[in-house]
Each structure stands twice: as structure tokens, then as C-alpha cells.
């Protein structure tokens, strides 16, 4: 069965460093999503991505944060200059449609923490 | 707005007895619901979904749901509770006019005593 992957499972890196999160999400969906978790927190939209374009994006996600299709399988979130605040688990997620019955099919996560 | 609320932070079963995992919901329009189950180092996996067809919904490993609009709620529940069955569940709601966005609620973890 496809499934959505994520890399790299745990990333650690320093305050005001650039940390980039990939994600490869089914083949043959059309609509992808960033989520995260703070630890003890719900899990939170940040963005969805759509035909190259933002769709849909939440207050969480400002400037330091932009998201890529830089390939026909790879779906990129990059935080230009972490805080100790972004620690976080980031899921990636994929639909083939975008409405708001279709099933989002999510990864595994990645852990960020911020030292 | 949406937002789900679930009622209990952690649940505990003995083995071979019934789950009810509890979730009410708040929306504005009619909502999709969803039951997420994540396994530890695992990803977020699909359990059953509500989306206005029928009000009781199969899903996987044999958990259902029942969509109660009077009393907005979506319970999970399963007849007898497996020790595979010990994970984090997540109750999760999207609405017409916030097309992609998912609201999660805060997850319950379900622990099963052999």
C-alpha cells in the first residue's frame, strides 16, 4: 500500500540555524500539507499546498517558514532561522483532492528539536 | 469556527473487554469526521470517517463510529480491545467552509491491561 514518507525521522539543530524537512507523499495525489505537534499539544495545521501554490496557510506559518515542490515527488518545508519554539514532531500529509471529505494520508513525522 | 474535544487524556481496558473512546465536535456546517490512530514511531493511519452518508461507520480492526448530530458527538468504540490496540487516538474534524484544514483534538491514549 503507498504511503507517505518522511525524512530525516529526527533532526537536531542549533537556534537560528536553516532546517529543511522533506516529504514524499503518494504518487498520485494532488494536495499536500504540513502539520506539527508541539510535545503534550494538539497537532496543528500549518499549511496546504496545492498546484504549486499555498492554499491554505495558518497564523503559525509566517515568513520563516515556506514550503517547495521542488521535483515531481519531493514536498520540502524549510524554517529559515529556527527557534527554540519550532521544536516540534512536523507531519507531512497528501490527498488526491482537496475537499473537505477526502481522507489525508500522513507520514511518520519528523522530530525537530532546537538546541 | 470547528474544534473537537476529547473527553478523556488516557483510557484504560483489560483485554477482550469493550472501547469507547469519547469525542464531541463543534461546527458550523456539516462536518467530516475522522478517527486517527498513530503507534508509537508510526505515522497518523486512517481508523474510519464520517463524511454524511451513513451515521454508523465501519472502519478498520474492527472499530466503528456513530455520528450523533443532537448530541455532536463521534464515539469510537470496539466490542473487545486487542493488545495491538494500545496506541494514541485522535478524533479530528474538517468543515465545508475551511476546505483543507484538519482540527485535531488533543488525543486519547488508549492502554490495554492483559
Known amino acids: 500500500e503507498p504511503e507517505v514518507t518522511q525524512t530525516p525521522s529526527h533532526q537536531v539543530t542549533q537556534m537560528g540555524q536553516e532546517v529543511i524537512l522533506r516529504c514524499v507523499p503518494i504518487s498520485n495525489h494532488l494536495y499536500f500539507y504540513w502539520y506539527r505537534q508541539i510535545l503534550g499539544q494538539k497537532v496543528e495545521f500549518l499549511v496546504s499546498f496545492y498546484n504549486n501554490e499555498i492554499s491554505e496557510k495558518s497564523e503559525i506559518f509566517d515568513d520563516q517558514f515556506s514550503v517547495e515542490r521542488p521535483d515531481g515527488s519531493n514536498f520540502t518545508l524549510k524554517i529559515r532561522s529556527t527557534k527554540l519554539e519550532d521544536s516540534a514532531m512536523y507531519f507531512c500529509?497528501?490527498?488526491?483532492?482537496?475537499?473537505?471529505?477526502?481522507?489525508?494520508?500522513f507520514g511518520p513525522g519528523t522530530r525537530l528539536t532546537v538546541l | 469556527a470547528q474544534s473537537v474535544t476529547q473527553l478523556d487524556s488516557h483510557v484504560s481496558v483489560s483485554e477482550g473487554t469493550p472501547v469507547l473512546l469519547r469525542c464531541n465536535y463543534s461546527s458550523s456546517y456539516s462536518p467530516s469526521l475522522f478517527w486517527y490512530v498513530q503507534h508509537p514511531n508510526k505515522g497518523l493511519q486512517l481508523l474510519l470517517k464520517y463524511t454524511s452518508a451513513a451515521t454508523l461507520v465501519k472502519g478498520i480492526n474492527g472499530f466503528e463510529a456513530e455520528f450523533k448530530k443532537s448530541e455532536t458527538s463521534f464515539h469510537l468504540t470496539k466490542p473487545s480491545a486487542h493488545m495491538s490496540d494500545a496506541a494514541e487516538y485522535f478524533c479530528v474534524v474538517s468543515t465545508r467552509n475551511l476546505n483543507e484544514k484538519l482540527t485535531f483534538g488533543t488525543g486519547t491514549r488508549l492502554t490495554i491491561i492483559p
Open positions: 500529509a497528501s490527498s488526491v483532492a482537496g475537499s473537505y471529505t477526502d481522507t489525508q494520508y
